[in-house]
């Protein structure tokens, strides 16, 4: 079966680093997205893996392992705005299946 | 960039209308989805399109349709709503490839 699983939910502090694991299981593998989606708002693309290793676009990076099934986003520096849901999403053809979200809590 | 809009932020309907949530694309994409978003259960895949007129049935299809006439619009139609159909109704768009899939505002849909 597909399987994607991440944490619920983590805490952190202004300025800090935080990771977010992502495991998954699914039949076809065409790459990873990871999208932060802020509370009653639109899902929005942050990366995207398809090869293994890190991906670095400013405070933000995410790693992947294709044989460990296994991917991680990575938020440096965080602020007050980083609070919200992070979704990682494995491609399989052409849609896409989503993890059920690590909700991120921010305080000062 | 890229704007995907749906047609309303909020919407209220009774149990057993035929409802019907528009969404339009202006970037010419191939590729077009339909998801609900419930807590706890995360995204989840209704319906796709990969061309006009061309659909494709994701995880939890049961008691959803869609239409695709022209290549810019993509309709999620409820037969007959249930209030177990209550929920957040997000539409994509995706160029194909390595692209991201664009997401709309979403539909809040309350069925009573």
């Known amino acids: 079966g597909q399987n994607i699983d991440q944490p619920t939910e983590m805490t952190a502090t202004e300025g800090a680093i935080v990771q977010i694991n992502c495991t998954y299981q699914?039949?076809?593998?065409?790459?990873l997205f990871w999208y932060q989606q802020h509370a009653g708002e639109a899902p929005t693309f942050l990366s995207y893996n398809v090869l293994d290793g890190l991906e670095e676009k400013g405070r933000f990076s995410s790693f992947l392992s294709r044989s460990k099934g296994y991917s991680y986003l990575l938020l440096k520096e965080l602020q007050m705005k980083d609070s919200a849901s992070y979704l990682c999403?494995?491609?399989?053809?052409?849609?896409?299946?989503f993890g059920k979200g690590t909700t991120l809590s921010v305080s000062s | 960039d890229v704007k995907v809009t749906q047609s309303s932020r909020y919407l209220v309907k009774r149990t057993g209308e035929k409802v019907f949530l528009e969404c339009v694309q202006d970037m010419d994409h191939e590729n077009m989805f339909w998801y609900r978003q419930d807590p706890g259960l995360g995204l989840r895949l209704i319906y796709f399109?990969?061309?006009?007129?061309?659909?494709e049935k994701g995880d939890i299809p049961e008691g959803y349709s869609v239409s695709r006439e022209k290549k810019e619009r993509f309709s999620l139609i409820l037969e007959s709503a249930s209030t177990n159909q209550t929920s957040m109704y997000l539409c994509a768009s995706h160029r194909g490839g390595n692209q991201p899939q664009h997401f709309g505002d979403g539909t809040r849909l309350s069925i009573l």
């Open positions: 699914t039949s076809g593998f065409n790459g």
């Open positions: 999403a494995v491609r399989d053809g052409t849609a896409l299946i």
């Open positions: 399109s990969y061309d006009v007129k061309m659909k």
